[in-house]
Protein backbone atom coordinates (compact mmCIF):
# COMPACT_ATOMS: atom_id res chain seq x y z
CA UNK A 1 0.00 0.00 0.00
CA UNK A 2 1.48 3.50 -0.81
CA UNK A 3 1.44 6.57 1.29
CA UNK A 4 1.80 10.01 0.63
CA UNK A 5 3.11 12.44 3.69
CA UNK A 6 2.17 16.57 2.75
CA UNK A 7 2.13 19.73 3.97
CA UNK A 8 0.57 22.78 2.41
CA UNK A 9 0.43 26.30 3.11
CA UNK A 10 -2.23 28.55 1.12
CA UNK A 11 -1.11 31.96 0.22
CA UNK A 12 -4.17 34.46 -0.21
CA UNK A 13 -5.36 35.89 -3.85
CA UNK A 14 -3.46 38.54 -4.97
CA UNK A 15 -4.67 40.98 -7.22
CA UNK A 16 -2.63 42.27 -10.16
CA UNK A 17 -3.81 45.84 -9.98
CA UNK A 18 -3.59 46.39 -14.09
CA UNK A 19 -5.75 49.66 -14.41
CA UNK A 20 -4.72 51.02 -10.63
CA UNK A 21 -8.35 49.94 -8.79
CA UNK A 22 -6.68 48.87 -5.80
CA UNK A 23 -4.11 51.78 -6.09
CA UNK A 24 -6.80 54.09 -5.94
CA UNK A 25 -8.67 52.43 -3.34
CA UNK A 26 -5.39 52.92 -1.55
CA UNK A 27 -5.47 56.73 -1.62
CA UNK A 28 -8.72 57.25 -1.17
CA UNK A 29 -8.47 55.23 2.33
CA UNK A 30 -5.50 57.03 3.18
CA UNK A 31 -7.24 60.45 2.25
CA UNK A 32 -9.72 59.77 4.33
CA UNK A 33 -7.54 58.47 7.78
CA UNK A 34 -5.99 62.39 6.64
CA UNK A 35 -9.10 63.67 6.96
CA UNK A 36 -10.07 62.48 10.25
CA UNK A 37 -6.62 63.81 11.40
CA UNK A 38 -7.60 67.19 10.53
CA UNK A 39 -10.99 66.57 12.87
CA UNK A 40 -8.80 66.00 15.96
CA UNK A 41 -6.81 69.00 15.29
CA UNK A 42 -9.90 71.33 14.72
CA UNK A 43 -11.27 69.76 18.25
CA UNK A 44 -7.90 70.64 19.71
CA UNK A 45 -8.49 74.14 18.36
CA UNK A 46 -11.58 74.27 20.02
CA UNK A 47 -10.49 73.31 23.07
CA UNK A 48 -7.28 75.55 23.18
CA UNK A 49 -9.78 78.44 21.99
CA UNK A 50 -12.19 77.86 24.60
CA UNK A 51 -9.39 77.56 27.91
CA UNK A 52 -8.13 81.41 26.44
CA UNK A 53 -11.67 82.39 26.26
CA UNK A 54 -12.47 81.26 30.04
CA UNK A 55 -8.85 82.83 31.04
CA UNK A 56 -9.63 85.80 29.31
CA UNK A 57 -13.21 86.08 31.30
CA UNK A 58 -11.83 85.34 34.47
CA UNK A 59 -9.21 88.45 33.81
CA UNK A 60 -11.41 90.30 33.20
CA UNK A 61 -13.97 89.79 36.40
CA UNK A 62 -10.68 90.03 38.25
CA UNK A 63 -10.21 93.55 37.03
CA UNK A 64 -13.83 94.49 37.46
CA UNK A 65 -13.88 93.26 40.90
CA UNK A 66 -10.34 94.86 41.73
CA UNK A 67 -12.11 98.20 40.50
CA UNK A 68 -15.18 97.82 42.38
CA UNK A 69 -13.06 97.23 46.04
CA UNK A 70 -10.93 100.13 45.40
CA UNK A 71 -13.92 102.32 44.31
CA UNK A 72 -16.11 100.89 47.34
CA UNK A 73 -12.92 102.09 49.61
CA UNK A 74 -13.08 105.64 47.85
CA UNK A 75 -17.09 105.80 48.65
CA UNK A 76 -16.61 104.81 51.89
CA UNK A 77 -14.02 107.15 52.65
CA UNK A 78 -16.58 110.13 50.70
CA UNK A 79 -19.22 108.73 53.09
CA UNK A 80 -17.48 109.22 56.48
CA UNK A 81 -16.17 112.98 55.42
CA UNK A 82 -20.06 113.10 54.46
CA UNK A 83 -20.94 112.19 57.78
CA UNK A 84 -19.18 114.36 59.86
CA UNK A 85 -19.55 117.29 57.19
CA UNK A 86 -23.32 116.63 58.28
CA UNK A 87 -22.67 116.65 61.96
CA UNK A 88 -20.52 120.16 61.88
CA UNK A 89 -23.82 121.28 59.63
CA UNK A 90 -21.51 121.87 56.81
CA UNK A 91 -23.53 118.77 54.22
CA UNK A 92 -27.21 118.05 54.61
CA UNK A 93 -29.03 114.83 55.33
CA UNK A 94 -29.36 114.84 51.30
CA UNK A 95 -25.64 114.66 50.74
CA UNK A 96 -25.56 111.61 53.62
CA UNK A 97 -28.54 109.52 51.98
CA UNK A 98 -26.41 109.88 48.64
CA UNK A 99 -22.97 108.92 49.89
CA UNK A 100 -25.06 105.82 51.13
CA UNK A 101 -26.51 105.15 47.88
CA UNK A 102 -22.97 104.81 46.19
CA UNK A 103 -21.80 102.65 49.13
CA UNK A 104 -24.35 100.37 48.81
CA UNK A 105 -24.07 100.05 45.02
CA UNK A 106 -20.11 99.53 45.42
CA UNK A 107 -20.82 96.95 47.61
CA UNK A 108 -23.55 95.00 45.60
CA UNK A 109 -20.78 95.29 42.67
CA UNK A 110 -18.16 93.49 44.64
CA UNK A 111 -20.65 90.89 45.72
CA UNK A 112 -21.06 90.42 42.10
CA UNK A 113 -18.37 90.21 40.41
CA UNK A 114 -16.73 88.22 43.50
CA UNK A 115 -19.54 85.82 42.54
CA UNK A 116 -18.18 85.51 38.98
CA UNK A 117 -15.06 84.52 39.55
CA UNK A 118 -15.52 81.05 38.76
CA UNK A 119 -11.83 79.19 38.21
CA UNK A 120 -14.21 76.13 37.97
CA UNK A 121 -15.07 76.53 34.61
CA UNK A 122 -11.18 76.68 33.79
CA UNK A 123 -10.40 74.14 35.68
CA UNK A 124 -13.07 71.72 34.00
CA UNK A 125 -11.74 72.65 30.54
CA UNK A 126 -8.02 71.98 31.64
CA UNK A 127 -8.70 68.50 33.00
CA UNK A 128 -7.16 69.17 36.61
CA UNK A 129 -6.91 71.86 39.21
CA UNK A 130 -4.69 75.09 37.63
CA UNK A 131 -1.88 76.37 40.17
CA UNK A 132 -1.59 79.48 41.69
CA UNK A 133 1.23 80.85 39.88
CA UNK A 134 -0.89 80.47 37.11
CA UNK A 135 -4.11 82.16 37.18
CA UNK A 136 -4.72 85.33 35.58
CA UNK A 137 -3.64 88.64 37.49
CA UNK A 138 -5.85 91.76 37.80
CA UNK A 139 -5.14 93.46 34.89
CA UNK A 140 -3.58 90.97 32.61
CA UNK A 141 -5.65 91.93 29.72
CA UNK A 142 -2.70 91.41 27.10
CA UNK A 143 -2.41 87.63 26.50
CA UNK A 144 -2.42 88.05 23.10
CA UNK A 145 -0.49 89.17 20.87
CA UNK A 146 -1.43 91.50 17.71
CA UNK A 147 -1.81 89.89 13.95
CA UNK A 148 1.28 90.53 11.59
CA UNK A 149 1.42 92.75 9.18
CA UNK A 150 1.61 91.22 5.94
CA UNK A 151 -0.05 88.09 6.70
CA UNK A 152 -0.40 86.16 3.20
CA UNK A 153 -3.90 84.13 2.63
CA UNK A 154 -1.71 81.09 2.56
CA UNK A 155 -1.95 80.65 6.21
CA UNK A 156 -5.45 79.47 5.87
CA UNK A 157 -4.76 76.13 4.76
CA UNK A 158 -3.75 74.82 7.95
CA UNK A 159 -7.52 75.52 8.94
CA UNK A 160 -8.20 72.03 9.99
CA UNK A 161 -11.76 72.29 8.23
CA UNK A 162 -9.79 73.12 5.10
CA UNK A 163 -7.55 70.79 5.30
CA UNK A 164 -9.99 68.15 5.95
CA UNK A 165 -12.51 69.25 3.05
CA UNK A 166 -9.20 68.98 0.86
CA UNK A 167 -8.47 65.28 1.87
CA UNK A 168 -12.38 64.46 1.32
CA UNK A 169 -12.21 65.93 -2.26
CA UNK A 170 -9.25 63.91 -2.92
CA UNK A 171 -10.53 60.48 -1.56
CA UNK A 172 -13.58 61.89 -3.81
CA UNK A 173 -11.09 62.17 -7.32
CA UNK A 174 -9.50 59.05 -5.96
CA UNK A 175 -12.55 57.12 -5.81
CA UNK A 176 -13.48 57.79 -9.21
CA UNK A 177 -10.59 55.74 -10.42
CA UNK A 178 -11.72 52.81 -8.25
CA UNK A 179 -15.06 53.02 -10.08
CA UNK A 180 -13.80 53.49 -13.66
CA UNK A 181 -11.07 50.75 -13.09
CA UNK A 182 -13.87 47.97 -12.19
CA UNK A 183 -14.68 48.12 -15.45
CA UNK A 184 -12.16 46.25 -16.76
CA UNK A 185 -11.01 42.77 -16.25
CA UNK A 186 -9.35 41.69 -12.73
CA UNK A 187 -6.40 39.24 -13.07
CA UNK A 188 -6.16 37.39 -9.82
CA UNK A 189 -3.63 34.75 -8.38
CA UNK A 190 -3.71 32.13 -6.03
CA UNK A 191 -0.55 30.30 -5.21
CA UNK A 192 -0.13 26.86 -2.78
CA UNK A 193 3.04 26.39 -1.66
CA UNK A 194 3.78 22.83 0.51
CA UNK A 195 6.02 19.42 0.83
CA UNK A 196 5.10 16.02 -0.51
CA UNK A 197 6.67 12.90 -0.44
CA UNK A 198 5.71 9.00 -0.48
CA UNK A 199 8.10 9.01 2.97
CA UNK A 200 7.43 10.33 6.27
CA UNK A 201 11.46 10.06 6.01
CA UNK A 202 11.74 12.34 3.18
CA UNK A 203 9.16 14.56 4.08
CA UNK A 204 11.20 17.69 4.67
CA UNK A 205 13.78 16.43 1.94
CA UNK A 206 14.96 19.29 -0.56
CA UNK A 207 13.27 17.14 -3.24
CA UNK A 208 9.60 17.41 -1.48
CA UNK A 209 9.02 20.81 -2.26
CA UNK A 210 5.75 21.51 -4.40
CA UNK A 211 3.89 24.68 -5.69
CA UNK A 212 0.61 24.90 -7.62
CA UNK A 213 -0.25 28.40 -9.01
CA UNK A 214 -3.81 29.57 -9.70
CA UNK A 215 -4.46 32.33 -12.01
CA UNK A 216 -8.02 33.33 -12.11
CA UNK A 217 -9.72 36.14 -14.76
CA UNK A 218 -12.80 38.33 -13.78
CA UNK A 219 -14.50 39.58 -16.36
CA UNK A 220 -16.98 42.50 -15.30
CA UNK A 221 -19.41 41.95 -18.56
CA UNK A 222 -22.65 41.00 -16.76
CA UNK A 223 -22.75 43.68 -14.17
CA UNK A 224 -22.22 47.21 -16.57
CA UNK A 225 -25.78 48.22 -15.33
CA UNK A 226 -24.03 48.24 -11.26
CA UNK A 227 -20.88 49.65 -12.38
CA UNK A 228 -22.49 52.79 -14.23
CA UNK A 229 -24.63 52.98 -10.94
CA UNK A 230 -21.54 53.41 -8.65
CA UNK A 231 -19.43 55.60 -11.05
CA UNK A 232 -22.19 57.77 -11.22
CA UNK A 233 -22.49 57.99 -7.18
CA UNK A 234 -18.71 58.39 -7.63
CA UNK A 235 -18.66 61.41 -9.26
CA UNK A 236 -21.76 63.42 -7.37
CA UNK A 237 -19.53 62.49 -4.33
CA UNK A 238 -17.26 64.13 -6.15
CA UNK A 239 -18.83 67.17 -7.43
CA UNK A 240 -20.52 67.53 -3.43
CA UNK A 241 -17.13 67.37 -2.27
CA UNK A 242 -15.32 69.95 -4.61
CA UNK A 243 -18.67 72.48 -3.69
CA UNK A 244 -17.93 71.48 0.04
CA UNK A 245 -14.48 72.46 -0.63
CA UNK A 246 -15.09 75.74 -2.05
CA UNK A 247 -18.26 76.77 0.46
CA UNK A 248 -15.25 76.27 3.15
CA UNK A 249 -12.72 78.05 1.51
CA UNK A 250 -14.80 81.14 1.28
CA UNK A 251 -16.11 80.89 4.52
CA UNK A 252 -12.91 81.15 5.87
CA UNK A 253 -11.99 84.16 4.15
CA UNK A 254 -15.70 85.54 5.27
CA UNK A 255 -14.61 85.19 8.96
CA UNK A 256 -11.44 86.12 8.59
CA UNK A 257 -12.35 89.54 6.46
CA UNK A 258 -15.14 90.04 9.44
CA UNK A 259 -12.51 89.43 12.23
CA UNK A 260 -9.62 91.45 10.79
CA UNK A 261 -12.95 94.44 10.71
CA UNK A 262 -13.78 94.10 14.00
CA UNK A 263 -10.20 94.52 15.15
CA UNK A 264 -9.36 97.86 13.27
CA UNK A 265 -12.80 98.95 15.56
CA UNK A 266 -11.86 97.79 18.50
CA UNK A 267 -8.71 99.31 18.13
CA UNK A 268 -10.21 102.81 17.45
CA UNK A 269 -13.06 101.91 20.61
CA UNK A 270 -9.97 101.23 22.62
CA UNK A 271 -7.68 104.25 22.43
CA UNK A 272 -10.84 106.77 22.32
CA UNK A 273 -11.95 104.90 25.37
CA UNK A 274 -8.73 105.90 27.52
CA UNK A 275 -9.32 109.73 26.96
CA UNK A 276 -13.26 109.53 29.14
CA UNK A 277 -11.21 107.91 31.74
CA UNK A 278 -8.81 110.46 31.81
CA UNK A 279 -11.15 113.30 31.72
CA UNK A 280 -13.54 111.49 34.31
CA UNK A 281 -10.32 110.80 36.77
CA UNK A 282 -9.58 114.41 36.77
CA UNK A 283 -12.75 115.64 36.93
CA UNK A 284 -13.20 113.61 39.78
CA UNK A 285 -10.36 114.57 42.05
CA UNK A 286 -10.81 118.24 41.11
CA UNK A 287 -15.06 117.77 42.34
CA UNK A 288 -13.95 115.97 45.35
CA UNK A 289 -11.36 118.25 46.17
CA UNK A 290 -13.69 121.60 45.44
CA UNK A 291 -16.38 119.67 48.28
CA UNK A 292 -13.87 119.29 51.12
CA UNK A 293 -13.08 122.66 50.54
CA UNK A 294 -16.26 123.61 50.97
CA UNK A 295 -17.08 125.33 47.01
CA UNK A 296 -19.29 121.94 45.55
CA UNK A 297 -22.16 120.12 47.38
CA UNK A 298 -21.44 116.56 47.62
CA UNK A 299 -23.76 115.72 44.09
CA UNK A 300 -21.11 117.46 41.67
CA UNK A 301 -18.74 114.83 43.57
CA UNK A 302 -21.03 111.83 43.36
CA UNK A 303 -21.58 112.41 39.76
CA UNK A 304 -18.09 112.67 38.55
CA UNK A 305 -17.33 109.60 40.26
CA UNK A 306 -19.85 107.47 38.68
CA UNK A 307 -18.67 108.98 35.84
CA UNK A 308 -15.22 107.81 36.43
CA UNK A 309 -16.28 104.66 37.63
CA UNK A 310 -18.29 103.53 34.46
CA UNK A 311 -15.79 104.81 32.09
CA UNK A 312 -12.92 102.61 34.15
CA UNK A 313 -15.32 99.13 33.70
CA UNK A 314 -16.35 99.77 29.91
CA UNK A 315 -12.02 100.24 29.14
CA UNK A 316 -11.88 97.17 31.04
CA UNK A 317 -14.87 95.62 28.52
CA UNK A 318 -13.34 97.07 25.52
CA UNK A 319 -9.76 95.31 26.23
CA UNK A 320 -11.66 92.08 26.73
CA UNK A 321 -13.17 92.51 23.70
CA UNK A 322 -10.60 93.33 21.66
CA UNK A 323 -8.89 90.21 22.85
CA UNK A 324 -11.70 88.17 22.50
CA UNK A 325 -11.47 89.09 18.67
CA UNK A 326 -7.62 88.12 18.29
CA UNK A 327 -8.84 84.47 19.86
CA UNK A 328 -11.55 84.51 17.04
CA UNK A 329 -8.79 85.69 14.78
CA UNK A 330 -6.73 82.98 16.13
CA UNK A 331 -9.67 80.71 15.38
CA UNK A 332 -10.13 81.76 11.76
CA UNK A 333 -6.38 81.47 10.79
CA UNK A 334 -6.51 77.88 12.01
CA UNK A 335 -4.18 78.27 14.90
CA UNK A 336 -2.47 81.55 14.68
CA UNK A 337 -0.23 83.83 12.43
CA UNK A 338 3.17 83.97 11.69
CA UNK A 339 5.26 87.52 10.60
CA UNK A 340 6.96 86.97 6.96
CA UNK A 341 8.99 88.79 5.27
CA UNK A 342 8.67 87.26 1.44
CA UNK A 343 6.09 89.32 -0.76
CA UNK A 344 3.47 86.95 -1.95
CA UNK A 345 1.22 87.15 -4.62
CA UNK A 346 -2.34 87.18 -2.37
CA UNK A 347 -2.15 88.78 1.00
CA UNK A 348 -4.73 89.69 3.86
CA UNK A 349 -5.36 93.27 4.50
CA UNK A 350 -4.10 93.56 8.16
CA UNK A 351 -4.60 97.12 10.64
CA UNK A 352 -1.00 97.86 11.64
Known amino acids: MDRQYSVNLGITSYEIDFWGRISSLEKQALEQYLSTIEGRRN ?11 AYLNLT ?6 QLAKETLVSQQSSLTLTQKSFQNGV ?3 LDVAQAETTVATALKDVALFTSQVNINALNVLVGSPIPDHLLPRTGDLNTLSPVAVGLPSQVLLQRPDIMAAEHNLIAANANIGAARAAYFPTMSLTATGGILSSAADDLFSGDS ?14 NWGELDSQLDVAIADQQIALNQYEKTIQTAFQEVADALA ?6 DQLSTQQMP ?3 SGDSFRLSNLRFNEGVDDYFTVLDSQRSYYTAQQDLITTKLSKQLNLLTLYKVLGGGWVETDVPLPEKLTLPE
Request: cysteine-free.
Open 277 to 279: VDA
Open 60 to 65: TTKSLL
Open 262 to 267: NQATLD
Open 91 to 93: SSG
Open 43 to 53: TQLTLISSVIE
Open 209 to 222: RSWVFSPALSLPIF
